[in-house]
């Protein structure tokens, strides 16, 4: 970006979106923590980067965004992946806000396809960005259908799925987008983390999900009741890789598979690059 | 090597900076100015306007440069930016009727009042790479320009419908919901779907209007009326107390007159199909108007016969470029947490096919003892 | 009779325009009977069928079901999720074309469990079991278990269905035309197994046909339609034996020719 954008910048609204239509966000986000797990309809506008990227996230963290908050904004579990230092810049030139990386010192982290590994407490904020909000959508993809489904509770097809991985494979086979049911009522998509995340969508932290292509905004308020959908017979299992971290020995954490020569060898490190790097000076200093 | 798979803000800089030095090109070349676009390339800045839907010429023209001539990209740029505009109000309905034609067509009689007016349109020139144009300087021959009208251009649909051979629109006189102000919500009444199709992909619209007249939803359209020209927008100014004129837009505006076989309970009469666009975009405002009639099939007793034309949810969710677009590229974003989970899952599943294999072929009595 | 009737239908009316679909339909179903709706097409059966099993919404009437829970209540004013309960459990519906009531791109064994586990079933093994048993009792081989109907003959999809419907116990079956669109062969292998399932269980069905052959063997009364109005009911035997009104006896007497 040039100085003259960047100073052109400057001269939208705190956060880029205009009051009114903050406002607008925040009355879905109330009404999403209101009804958890509900997919509250809103009128998504378009944002300064592609559909897809995030720009449900984005919208979902402006509308809550104060001048004092400090934001941290993570992709894949890392802050310094493409998109996510693109969408912390954004914030960074448009509200003028702390950013960092630490888990601990955020209080708004915008997140794509993790939950950091560090629990979450009271005063955070975690908004998920969601490329497909609705759980049933490939079972049916019409929306009229899919909500009557989800007014009437009609979440048979939801178990139909996963009996056909069982039938077929022996196994659940969803790895990730894993789906949930929130608070005993509505099923969630809890977009696409990998399912070793699941278990900690029960937080302290208020959770916000935004699908700014599809136009809905869902919530699970802190301390709400999660399940991951599964059979008595087949418990739904978080599994990863049975490794630990290459570069701070964590055996706890989910780890990416990174590919080290053309000879097949490869490491397993924290996808978690805050954790990872908290643990690594951690052991520094003790030793 | 670790660090090198995470993205960093250094490359993304480096990227940005790449992306202005190519989209000068060769710096011995003019820059193209903004004024050259809006002028020379109309017809592209139209159609970014119609999709962005925002009528300002120089910004789509400067959205053009801005994204080296990519179409969607240029969409895109005015669409984020007119999310930042604050809305101080909403015009009065446009009066098509009222309009200054610089074209007007129709294709359903052979005269009408009002005449047929060709203007600049490519329908009768050969398709002949013109290698003047490659020379520069030389000034095309001026067009004999005719006079004016002055007196309002009646639409042709109103002779039929004066006969009562065609359906009345009826102006049921309520606000319509505004699609860039309220999510978009099924059922989508007409207002709603000829919003959304309005600002939708050119080609995604042509091509679901081409599907219909080849059979998939077919409804025997006419070009009841083509008109291209400026009307007057104008605007109820709370303060003053009355309307006043804010300024003048070009639009396409298309009428379809259909067949319809008539039902039990109404006798054989043609229906309508509406086309509207911002700037001179006919074959979107044709296409426009074919696929809003094949979305009326309900409303006018017709049968569903399963087109994707006549599927409400299905073009209204898929017409958007700028949402297609990005829900398309964005799977060039790291997806390596998912996929580390799949491969996680796939060797799992692998490793216990693998174990059962060796238990059966480790027990070879077993089968004997079947 | 101090039986509670299962289903009792009053003045149930249809129209389309001006046309009628069925008109001033009342009868009574008492709980293990079988009743058979006959008539050309055009007679008003299948709208009268559909109207009953809540798919069209009938101009005039009222539709009483014993719930298991609050005894009779007019389906007609009950709320669509509680309509809807009762369509995926103490209901069922067998249409005349299987792949209207099976998920083709879902396995025999899947489509069956789904009611099940439509109802909170949360035992897999439990559910192949359900699944499983039912195969065997429609005569599909349950080595066929995890393949999709798509692959199985027009008799088999037929039977699926049935067995996909039957799993939950229902109370009240409707059947639209159950053995329509098979061959001769294939019809009556199906109608012999219909029959034994009913005896067996004891069901409570309303089966449309014009197919006299399949409600002589199935139904214990049976309803004539033509037009949209009931002409003539009665026992099966009675009716078939001993028609009584005109439009009955050339129905019968059409068959007896073939």
């Known amino acids: 970006m040039t100085a003259q954008a960047a100073a052109a910048m400057d001269d939208y609204n705190f956060a880029y979106l205009d009051e009114q239509t903050k406002r607008m966000i925040r009355r879905a986000i109330l009404k999403g923590l209101a009804v958890p797990g509900y997919q509250v309809p809103f009128a998504s506008r378009e944002m300064p980067m592609p559909y897809g990227w995030g720009t449900g996230g984005v919208q979902v963290s402006a509308a809550v965004m104060t001048p004092d908050d400090t934001i941290k904004v993570i992709d894949q579990g890392a802050d310094d992946t493409t998109n996510a230092v693109s969408i912390r810049k954004f914030f960074e030139r448009t509200a003028d806000i702390d950013v960092t990386e630490r888990t601990s010192e955020a209080t708004i982290i915008q997140t794509r396809h993790r939950i950091p590994e560090e629990l979450l407490n009271e005063d955070q904020i975690l908004v998920y960005q969601v490329p497909i909000p609705e759980p049933m959508r490939f079972i049916e993809p019409r929306e009229t259908e899919t909500r009557k489904m989800h007014a009437l509770e009609e979440y048979g097809l939801m178990h139909v799925r996963l009996y056909e991985n069982i039938a077929k494979h022996g196994a659940i086979t969803t790895a990730y987008a894993y789906p949930v049911k929130v608070e005993d009522r509505y099923v969630m998509d809890p977009s696409p983390i990998p399912k070793f995340d699941n278990p900690k969508l029960e937080s302290e932290a208020i959770q916000i999900f935004g699908a700014g292509r599809e136009q809905r905004i869902y919530a699970v308020p802190p301390y709400t009741k999660v399940v991951s959908l599964d059979f008595d017979d087949y418990p739904f299992d978080p599994s990863k890789a049975n490794h630990p971290c290459a570069l701070c020995g964590s055996v706890t954490s989910y780890l990416d598979e990174v590919i080290v020569d053309d000879k097949g060898g490869r490491m397993f490190v924290c996808s978690d690059t805050d954790y990872c790097a908290s643990r690594i000076r951690r052991q520094e200093q003790a030793a | 090597m670790y660090v090198a798979v995470k993205g960093g803000e250094r490359a993304i800089d480096n990227a940005h900076t790449w992306l202005a030095e190519e989209r000068r090109g060769d710096i011995s070349v003019e820059e193209l100015s903004i004024a050259q676009i809006r002028e020379q390339l109309a017809l592209a800045v139209a159609r970014v306007m119609a999709e962005g839907s925002l009528f300002d010429p120089d910004l789509a023209a400067l959205a053009i440069k801005q994204a080296r001539g990519d179409m969607i990209e240029a969409v895109f740029l005015i669409r984020a930016f007119r999310t930042t505009l604050p809305r101080f109000g909403a015009s009065e309905p446009i009066d098509t009727g009222a309009m200054t034609c610089d074209r007007r067509i129709s294709a359903t009689f052979k005269d009408v009042p009002g005449g047929q007016v060709l203007g600049p349109t490519f329908d009768y020139t050969h398709r002949l790479i013109d290698f003047t144009l490659a020379a520069t300087g030389e000034l095309p021959p001026e067009a004999q320009a005719g006079e004016p009208r002055t007196e309002p251009t009646p639409h042709v649909t109103e002779f039929l419908d004066r006969e009562g051979l065609i359906q009345t629109e009826e102006d049921d006189t309520k606000t319509p919901r505004d699609l860039t102000r309220e999510p978009l919500d099924f059922p989508a009444d007409r207002p709603l779907r000829l919003q959304a199709i309005a600002r939708g992909d050119e080609g995604f619209i042509l091509s679901m209007a081409y599907s219909t007249q080849r059979g998939y939803g077919r409804n025997h359209p006419f070009v009841g009326e083509l008109r291209v020209g400026q009307v007057a927008i104008e605007m109820d100014i709370p303060e003053l107390g009355f309307a006043i004129d804010i300024g003048e837009v070009t639009i396409t505006e298309c009428e379809t007159v259909n067949q319809f076989m008539g039902s039990k309970s109404e006798p054989p009469q043609f229906t309508r199909g509406y086309g509207l666009v911002f700037g001179h975009c006919e074959r979107k405002a044709i296409s426009m108007a074919l696929v809003d009639r094949a979305l009326r099939w309900e409303e006018l007793g017709e049968d569903n016969v399963g087109a994707p034309a006549q599927d409400v949810e299905f073009v209204l969710s898929h017409a958007d470029n700028v949402q297609a677009t990005g829900f398309l590229e964005h799977i060039k974003l790291p997806h390596y947490v998912d996929f580390q989970s799949e491969l996680e899952l796939i060797r799992k599943l692998r490793a216990e096919a693998e174990t059962a294999k060796a238990e059966e072929d480790a027990s070879p009595f077993q089968e004997a003892a079947e | ?258």
């Open chain 3, 1 to 258: 009779m101090s039986v509670t009737p299962l289903l009792d239908v009053q003045h149930l009316t249809k129209r389309y325009g001006t046309r009628i679909g069925c008109s001033d339909v009342s009868f009574k179903l008492y709980p293990g009977e079988v009743m058979g709706v006959v008539g050309e097409s055009g007679s008003g059966k299948s709208t009268l069928l559909n109207c009953l099993a809540g798919h069209l919404p009938p101009d005039e009437g009222r539709i009483l079901f014993d719930t298991r829970t609050e005894g009779p209540r007019d389906t007609l004013t009950m709320s669509e999720p509680e309509r809807r309960m009762l369509g995926r459990t103490d209901w069922a519906f067998v249409h005349q074309n299987p792949r209207d009531g099976l998920r083709m791109r879902v396995s025999a064994g899947g489509n069956v469990g789904e009611r099940l586990m439509a109802v909170g079933a949360r035992h897999y093994g439990n559910i192949r079991n359900a699944a499983e048993d039912w195969l065997e009792r429609v005569e599909i081989d349950t080595d066929r278990m995890d393949d999709r109907p798509a692959q199985f003959s027009g008799g088999m999809q037929q039977r699926l269905q049935i067995a996909r419907n039957l799993v939950s116990g229902p109370r009240l079956v409707f059947m639209d035309e159950p053995t329509g669109g098979l061959d001769v062969s294939v019809q009556a292998r199906l109608l012999d197994l219909l029959r034994g399932l009913v005896r067996k269980m004891g069901l409570s069905a309303i089966i449309v046909t014009h197919d006299l052959a399949v409600v002589r063997l199935l139904a214990d009364r049976l309803m004539v339609m033509k037009s949209g109005d009931v002409v003539e009911t009665g026992l099966t035997d009675q009716v078939l034996d001993d028609p009584q009104h005109a439009y009955t006896q050339l129905l019968v007497s059409s068959v007896l020719q073939v």
